[in-house]
């Protein structure tokens, strides 16, 4: 294998029984699927052990994935499917957390105060606002890639990164547009 | 543009490690589990349906066997037998090694 192979080249390689070619695929987009689902969560430990999961469920199912697929997409396609369901439970536990952050002593750093901020206008978001959010202005992907993975209209992905965009930009206190 | 700024340093800033070696590590580690499952639970049924298989068969093989195993038919048996352990011993001097079929579903 060459010293940088490319996905299609690991996955080939993972299919036929490697692990370390898996395991390549997972150093390679951890950091990026890890990122999205903390997220999407809002719990780092939870977010953590989802994206173990959607590895782990991308290398159950790597026989289905069609080979002029992008893996990178088709991961976080599983990985969304993964954070759903969690991603509505994190909703009720920050009821809880936002009576013990109103006691919280209003003499803190003001850029911690606003990442605080930011951090609670991001997860008081729908979850499919949220998750378009995380991909479209936090990953840097497009907005059709990122209606693939979400399995939306492209029209509904733009209009949720729309909303979401001028809401944290709305706390941040900067105008939009 | 400049208002993204602020908005892009937010979510940089809650990025995870870009590298992660024990991340990895449990990842693999829980994947390794899920196949040592999968593979226990195939071989279980793999090993179930033989003896089931034998078990239905067994009539038939002990028929089978009265005909074939008589008195005039042992030598020949023996003979071939005993070339079959001939060839096997004489591959394992050469390669030093007895390669048996590799059960392989991953």
């Known amino acids: 294998m060459s010293v940088n192979p490319t996905d299609a080249a690991l996955v080939a390689a993972a299919r036929s029984g490697s692990d370390a070619a898996f395991a390549r695929l997972v150093d390679r987009h951890q950091q990026a699927v890890r990122s999205f689902m903390r997220r999407v969560c809002g719990n780092e430990a939870d977010a953590d052990d989802m994206a173990q999961e959607a590895f782990l469920a991308a290398w159950t199912a790597l026989r289905t994935l069609k080979t002029d697929s992008h893996f990178k997409t088709w991961l976080f396609s599983i990985a969304w499917r993964k954070a759903k369901g969690m991603a509505r439970s994190a909703a009720r536990n920050r009821q809880r957390d936002q009576a013990w952050q109103d006691e919280r002593d209003q003499s803190e750093d003001p850029r911690v105060e606003m990442n605080i901020a930011m951090s609670q206008a991001l997860a008081e978001l729908p979850e499919d606002q949220r998750a378009a959010v995380s991909l479209c202005l936090a990953g840097d992907w497009s907005h059709g890639d990122a209606a693939q993975i979400l399995e939306m209209p492209l029209g509904t992905v733009k209009s949720h990164v729309a909303r979401g965009r001028a809401r944290l930009m709305e706390i941040l206190g900067v105008a939009d547009g | ?106």
Do not use: C
């Open chain 2, 1 to 106: 543009m400049a208002e993204q700024d602020p908005l892009k340093a937010f979510f940089d800033a809650g990025e995870a490690p870009a590298v992660d070696p024990a991340f990895k590590a449990r990842t693999m580690d829980r994947i390794a589990q899920r196949r040592l499952r999968v593979e226990l639970a195939l071989r279980f049924v793999a090993g179930g349906l033989l003896v089931l298989g034998f078990m239905a068969l067994a009539p038939t093989i002990a028929l089978i066997g009265q005909g074939i195993f008589t008195p005039e038919l042992t030598p020949a048996f023996l003979a071939v037998g005993l070339s079959l352990a001939i060839a096997w011993t004489g591959h394992y001097l050469i390669n030093h090694s007895i390669q048996v079929p590799r059960l392989r579903f991953f």
